[in-house]
Structures are given as C-alpha cells and as structure tokens.
C-alpha cells in the first residue's frame, strides 16, 4: 500500500505525462488551433486530484460545447448590428466574473463565447467562424480523451483504495486537542478568553471537515476502487462533525448564560469524549 508521499509523486508523474503527450500532439500535428489541446489538458488537470480531474472533463466538454454554439447565435446579432459588440462583451465580462462562483461549466462557456466573439472581429467571414468552431471542438474533445485515457487505461489501478490520503493521525490528534482544551475551560475564565478558545478550534474543525469533503468528492468520481477509502473518509467526518457541533453547541451556552447572567455548569463541558462522538455524529 502507497503511503501519501508516493500516491502525490504518482500523480505528480501522471500529470507530467498527460501534459507531455498533450504538448506532443500539437508539435507533430501542426494543427490550426492546435495549442486547445495543451491548454485543455492544462485545465482539466488543475484540481490536480484524479476524480476532480475526470469530473472537470465532463463540465469542459458540456461548456465548451454550449459556448461554441451560443457564439454562432451571438456571431448573426454583431454582424446584424457591430454596435451590439460592446454592450454584449461588457455583458460577458461581467458573467465571467459572476461564473467563477458557479460550476466550472458555465465559467467554460462564458470564456469560449468571448473568445469566438474575439476571433468574429478579426475574421469577418462565416467559414472562418465554422472551421473555428470545429477545430477548437476537436481540440477540446482530444485534450479530454488524453487525460481520460491515462486515467482509465494506465494509472487507475495504482490508486485504489488510496486510504493514506486521509491523515487519520492528524484528525485523530486534532479531536483530542479540542476536547482537552475545552476541559480547560473554567468559570473564572474571561468569558472572550473561553470564546476564543472555542472559536480557535472551531475553525481547525471547519478546515478539516472541507479538506476531508474535497476528498471524498474526489474519491466518489475517482475510476479506481475507493470504497475503503470513502468509509474511512465517513468515519472521521463523523467524529469531526460531533465534535464541532458540541463545541458550537458549548459557546451558544456561553453567549445564552451571558445573556442570562447565569453560569455554566461545568458538567456541560467536562463530558467523555466517547460520548461527544456518540450523541453529537451526524
């Protein structure tokens, strides 16, 4: 079983090789428009994981797509009317930045409709639209079949079950840090001190639990067998989740008592830690 030094060095030569091959086919090909290809590659393999890898092909495929046919809708109204040009491109600009907070599809298509209406302003013929639209589809569609056939074909096996991508040491060590300092808490405590102490490991909590949740997305779309992985993956987000649900729990006693002007009970805190788990997992 690979520890989680060498399944990053396999990908690192994964990646390595998906890019060489890309770069490769557009030097021999000599293609127009060839250079989609590297840079298809280049985008595909950004989340740079496996499984986010083979889920962004799929949104790159659909997006480019989209926008290349929206392109030819938008390519009849410019050259209709060339005063449309501006206000559409502000438009577009303005959904570019609005797109990165969407799925990277929509992002995709927003970019390749910008890039057709740049390409119509310097090439004022219909057949230099269609002949772009197709190479860039087949370049897209070539730079996607590159990263999938590494992924099915050659290096899905070397991933399976990649159970130390999860650092169970580090979650483990994690929770039990947590519940000792809340233990430290005490009423002679400033109640900001008690706050901080809480909110500190609260956001520790936070930062795992999305860590371990990008994992899982990306063992969920991964080709090779994760199915260990994934009930490890369950496991911690379970025990990290009981633990900040308790402690989210502890300082709205904090902030009630306050109100209230009462105290809290100490028992509230001084809890096993098994039971944190039990009561609190989701």
Known sequence: MRTREQLINLRIIHVVIMLATALFIYQFSQWDDGLWIPITVLAIIGPFSPGLTINKSRQRVVGSIAGLLLSVVLWFFIHFNYTLLVPITVILVYWVAYSLLQN????????????????????????????????????????????????VFIFRRYYNNAINLVEKEKYDAQIIDCWYKLQSITNNMELETRLTIINTNISTLVISLNELNGLRETCSFSYSNQLATLAIIELYLEKINAMYHFMTKVAYDLLQNKITNQVLDSDEIDVPLSNIIIEYAD
């Open 104 to 151: 990277y599809t929509y992002f995709i298509m927003i970019v390749s409709i910008l890039l057709c209406i740049n390409f119509d302003y310097m090439n004022l013929f219909f057949n230099n639209e269609i002949i772009y639209l197709i190479n860039r589809s087949l370049c897209v569609l070539i730079g996607v079949m590159i990263c999938q056939f590494y992924e």
